[in-house]
């Protein structure tokens, strides 16, 4: 049944264009959470308010089902199910609709499709420029059809695959802010067009590598017009997409949003902290089976940078590192690594002295012959140095027995002299 309305409303997409005179129309991106992976259409939401013959949709699954370019009536889309799937967009243009908005969804989605490999950037031949071009299509055809378009907003659902690679975590700050300056600027010639982001904040690999999500943060948080959603407590199908309950939360989520950044003026004020002014560079260091706690670094009169960090076996915090905790030593070229392994500054002997256990917390400091070294501890004390180098690090045996110890070198590399 569902078919044979999909087939009819796409006959009569003309005179539902010409009905609605002027156009809301919002660029829907992302995919499998924005596409509505699982959200099967046996569960798709009623619509006892009759909105969604007044709504009108056009979308693309990249590679597999669409709209062929034309303009429908919001409704299940074909694919994933027998009576079709449906995303976040369905509750998002209601609440619009009734809010007073005439919606339109260009919706283009594909799951399990990243940033860098498949979208990315424009002119590189990706989904992104498939988007594009479909979507210039589109309007057009609106425009045709005796439309006004006015273009209100871009919601980008998408982050989980790029959290699956390095590199692509890193450089998806860059990547994301090169598509939407492009589609703002060059595509739709409004650089203040309201854009919302989001992706899965507990998707297993976004946990690993949370850059992809601190990513969009920052983005938003630099941007008034630019506003991060989270999906922190939907329901989930599985360990990836959300169930059809949450997929319509979702949508009230987004257009929650959406009236917060629409409402912001030109001269919306960005409120920044000292974090904000700090860029993401790379990782320091990460070794397979230890556990890496802190890591501070200094440079070497050889001009390289000697980093330092509280390393121990397995892979959680407790209780292994009161005992098995040990100081290693890391050598860079630049400050921002990579770094590799050179030595193990300090461990613990096993004997009867005040070195018996793990070594932990280090920090280190380069001074000069009469310099005063002030380091804060429950026992705080300032010391007097002559040495070049002092590393200070805390005994643990038990938690109330925590000192803090003092050696002291003339090189990087190796143990120092001990200064109690």
Request: proline share 5%; with cysteine.
């Amino acid at each position: 049944m569902k078919t044979l309305k999909f087939s009819i409303l796409l006959f009569l997409s003309p005179l539902l264009l010409g009905a609605q005179g002027t156009i809301d129309l919002f660029i829907w991106a992302g995919q499998s959470n924005a596409q509505g992976y699982t959200g099967d259409a046996v569960d798709y939401p009623e619509d006892v308010e009759d909105l969604d013959n007044h709504i009108l949709l056009n979308y693309t699954v990249f590679g597999n089902e669409q709209t062929a370019g034309r303009w429908i009536s919001m409704q299940p889309q074909q694919g994933r199910y027998p009576a079709g799937h449906f995303g976040p967009e369905v509750s998002f243009a209601r609440k619009l609709k009734k809010e007073g908005y005439h919606p339109a969804i260009f919706k283009y989605t594909r799951g399990g499709t990243g940033l860098a490999k498949d979208w990315k950037g424009p002119g590189e031949g990706g989904i992104y420029d498939k988007m594009v071009a479909g979507l210039q299509t589109a309007i057009r055809q609106l425009k045709e059809d005796g439309c006004r378009v006015h273009v209100r907003g871009f919601i980008w659902i998408q982050g989980e695959t790029d959290a699956g690679d390095d590199h692509a975590a890193r450089n998806y700050e860059g990547n994301l802010m090169e598509i939407i300056r492009h589609l703002r600027s060059d595509v739709l010639q409004n650089d203040t067009l309201p854009v919302i982001l989001g992706v899965d904040e507990q998707h297993y690999l976004v946990e690993e590598r949370p850059i992809v999500m601190e990513a969009q943060q920052k983005i938003a948080q630099w941007d008034p017009h630019i506003i991060y959603t989270t999906m922190y407590g939907l329901p989930k199908a599985d360990v990836t997409h959300l169930t059809p309950a949450g997929l319509v939360t979702h949508g009230h989520r987004i257009y929650s949003a959406y009236t917060i950044v629409a409402s912001r003026g030109h001269d919306h004020p960005v409120k920044t902290s000292f974090a904000d002014h700090w860029k993401y560079v790379g990782l320091g260091v990460a070794e397979p089976g230890y556990v890496v706690w802190g890591t501070p670094r200094v440079i070497g009169d050889d001009g390289k940078t000697h980093l330092f960090a509280a390393r121990w076996p397995g892979n959680s915090v407790d209780p292994s590192w009161r005992s098995h905790s040990e100081i290693a030593h890391y050598v860079g070229e630049t400050p921002e690594g990579p770094f590799v392994f050179s030595d193990i500054a300090l461990k613990g002997i096993d004997k009867a002295t005040w070195d018996r256990f793990g070594m932990h917390n280090p920090t280190i400091h380069k001074i000069d012959g009469q310099s005063i070294l002030p380091v804060d501890d429950r026992h705080s004390r300032v010391y007097r140095k002559r040495w070049r180098y002092t590393l200070a690090i805390q005994r643990r045996h038990q938690i109330r027995s925590e000192r803090a110890r003092f050696l002291s070198s003339g090189s990087l590399y190796g143990q120092g002299k001990t200064d109690q």
